[in-house]
């Protein structure tokens, strides 16, 4: 059997919403799925884009100004010249100076743009292929396709739609108007300053139409808001994963859902391939073809007590004699009983001798009672 026909089939549907036929699953759309490829390579490749900015290399310097120096109780910025105006005397040049430079300077020969292996961005854009295919994923991006009939979603015959109004008729078959509709409800107010900058509003994003040739297709889709078009030969990470997010909804036309085999596989891009086939690491172990190959379990190394002095330890003697631990135990308890009595003996003694002088300094009287 070959491997075309080893994959599941996915069904083809026509611009009114019929199936039509099927198609084999290609082979990268079962790459495996990784999102921290995918999260790096987006990260790096949206840099490339980027223009340079920098402030002016004069400003904050544009003035006349010198340090006093030492010995008048200011500090040692430089200040600015000249009388009659509160501007005399007023620090300049410093990032802690008002109408002074900013700190650090930013500079147009900052390294903005950055290199990404090719075999990275072709595993990153095979991966975001694949999570296309799974529904779940999809769903979880945010897509609406309650009313998608199948995951991935295959269009015949919808290359040529060069009108708008074709085009919303083939969207609406299909179920996919949802997620237009959606995009749309969700265009809002930029929050912050790029308001100002030429990117007033934000849209969620919507399905990606991937077509293998543009006979008005691109013409017909592109008015929708957050529909985008791409060309299946020129597959881009940042439309089939925004925000380095895997899932992107795609619709794809029939020619370009079949031509992904060509561009990827044995004639054209490698497909990445999973470094597990069973991710279930614990069913593998304790399998039976794994757990009678491997040698048994080896058993914890038997634990001494450490060796205790029979002369200081009564336990260890109680172990070697135990008479002789009896008679030191009687020995020990008797020492005690021993020094508590003579403890108690002495204080009373003490208290004694002590009450028997109090009286007798009382008797005396007052020492100066009778003068010197």
């Known amino acids: 059997m070959s491997t075309a026909a080893a994959r599941p089939l996915v069904t083809v549907f026509s611009a009114s919403g019929e199936k039509t036929g099927t198609a084999p699953l290609p082979a990268v759309l079962t790459a495996p799925l990784r999102p921290d490829v995918v999260q790096f390579v987006h990260t790096n490749i949206a840099k490339n884009n980027r223009q340079a900015y920098a402030v002016s290399m004069k400003a904050g310097h544009q003035t006349s100004a010198i340090s006093w120096g030492t010995g008048r109780a200011v500090s040692r910025i430089p200040r600015v010249g000249g009388g009659g105006t509160q501007r005399s005397g007023q620090g ?132 929708f808001p957050g529909v985008e078009l791409c060309d299946v030969s020129r597959l881009n990470l940042l439309q089939l994963a925004p925000g380095g997010h895997m899932g992107r909804f795609v619709i794809f036309t029939e020619p370009a859902f079949a031509a992904l085999d060509t561009i990827y596989g044995d004639a054209g891009k490698a497909i990445p391939t999973a470094a597990m086939n069973n991710a279930d690491l614990a069913r593998i172990i304790n399998s039976d073809e ?83």
Request: charged share 30%; aromatic share 6%; with cysteine.
């Open 92 to 223: 300049a040049f410093g990032n802690m100076c008002r109408s002074g430079r900013m700190f650090a300077p930013t500079k147009t020969w900052r390294r903005w743009h950055r290199k990404v292996n090719t075999t990275q961005k072709r595993f990153a854009v095979a991966s975001a292929l694949a999570a296309s295919a799974v529904p779940a994923l999809v769903m979880a991006r945010g897509h609406s396709i309650s009313e998608v009939p199948e995951v991935p979603l295959v269009l015949g015959g919808v290359e040529a739609a060069s009108k708008a109004a074709k085009a919303a008729s083939i969207l609406k078959s299909v179920g996919a108007f949802a997620d237009v509709k959606k995009s749309a409800d969700s265009k809002k107010l930029r929050t912050g300053k790029g308001k100002m900058r030429n990117r007033r509003y934000v849209m969620r994003k919507g399905p990606l139409v991937v077509y293998s040739s543009d006979e008005g297709i691109a013409q017909g889709f592109r008015n």
């Open 290 to 372: 794994v757990q009678s190959v491997v040698n048994p379990a080896k058993s914890a190394p038997k634990k001494y007590l450490r060796k205790k002095n029979a002369i200081k330890s009564a336990v260890a003697l109680e172990k070697l004699s135990p008479y002789q631990a009896a008679a030191r135990k009687a020995e020990t308890r008797a020492q005690e009983a021993r020094k508590g009595k003579k403890a108690a003996k002495v204080n009373k003694k003490r208290v004694g001798d002590g009450k028997k002088f109090y009286e007798a300094m009382k008797k005396q009287g007052d020492v100066c009672e009778d003068g010197f």
